[in-house]
C-alpha cells in the first residue's frame, strides 16, 4: 500500500496564501500524474488541478490563476500553490497519485486529506 503525506493545510484569511505539499515514497519511481482535489461539507469530491509527469497542467476554472500546481519528481512531491483565497476554498484538500508498477499496471492513490480554511 503506498502511502501518501501531504502537508500545509490551516486556517488563512481570505486574500491570503498557503502551500499545500503531498510526497510519496521515495521507493517509486513511476508516478504518471499527479492531482490535487477537494471536497467541501455537503459536497462532492471535485479536482482542483493535475499535473502529469512530463509537465502538463490543468486546473478548474475556479482556480486558474490562483492556483498553481507543480512537482518534483527528485522527490516524488507535488505542490499546490495557493493565492487569492477564498472562502469557497475552504475544504478538505486531497492528494492523488497515479502509479505505475513494474507490470505496467496503473493504480491510484490518495493522501488523507489535509483541511485548508479561509476566513472572510
Known amino acids: 500500500q503506498v502511502q501518501l503525506v501531504e502537508s500545509g493545510g490551516g486556517l488563512v484569511q481570505a486574500g491570503g496564501s498557503l502551500r499545500l505539499s503531498c510526497a510519496a515514497p521515495?521507493?517509486?519511481?513511476?508516478?504518471?500524474?499527479m492531482a490535487w482535489h477537494r471536497q467541501a461539507p455537503g459536497k462532492q469530491r471535485e479536482l482542483v488541478a493535475i499535473i502529469t509527469s512530463d509537465g502538463y497542467t490543468n486546473y478548474q476554472m475556479s482556480v486558474k490563476g490562483r492556483f498553481t500546481i507543480s512537482r518534483d519528481n527528485a522527490k516524488n512531491t507535488v505542490y499546490l500553490q495557493m493565492s487569492s483565497l477564498k472562502p469557497e476554498d475552504t475544504a478538505v484538500y486531497y492528494c492523488y497519485a497515479r502509479i505505475f508498477d513494474y507490470s505496467g499496471s496503473a493504480y491510484t492513490y490518495w493522501g488523507q486529506g489535509t483541511q485548508v480554511t479561509v476566513s472572510s
Open positions: 521515495a521507493s517509486i519511481s513511476s508516478i504518471d500524474s
